[in-house]
């Protein structure tokens, strides 16, 4: 099992920039792929993007493309989010996931959750 945490969020105005952590304790880190979700008040659970067991592979959801960076460091057990050029679109609570198995845009494919933290873009 791990077990993940993530930090960093709060409120910040559009054009401003927030960095995410996900820190993970238990089984190997870096054996597990990991994503970024997020969910906005009355809306499903979306992907942002994930990264693989190494860090070298990455994929991003169209509209943070360019403005969201995904990275990991396995010595330090933890996940990143860097999010530049925030939009109030962009507000929601963020989550990371992990899972063992292939990586996927489908929550269901992640076995392992963090509680979420809370991101605030105002206009």
């Not at 409120?11 to 792929?33: M, W």
């Not at 507000?91 to 292939?102: E, F, G, Q, R």
Request: some cysteine; charged content about 20%; proline content about 2%.
């Amino acid at each position: 099992q791990v077990q993940l945490v993530e930090s960093g969020g709060g409120l910040v105005q559009a054009g401003g920039s927030l960095r995410l952590s996900c820190a993970a304790t238990g089984r190997s880190f870096n054996n597990y792929r990991m994503a970024w979700f997020r969910q906005a008040p009355g809306k499903e659970r979306e992907f942002v993007g994930s990264v693989g067991r190494l860090g070298d592979v990455t994929h991003y959801i169209d509209s943070v493309k360019g403005r969201f960076t995904i990275s990991r460091d396995n010595a330090k057990n933890t996940l990143y989010l860097q999010m530049n050029s925030l939009k109030p679109e962009d507000t929601a609570v963020y989550y990371c996931a992990a899972t063992a198995d292939v990586l996927t845009r489908t929550p269901r494919g992640y076995e392992y959750w963090g509680q979420g933290t809370q991101v605030t873009v105002s206009s």
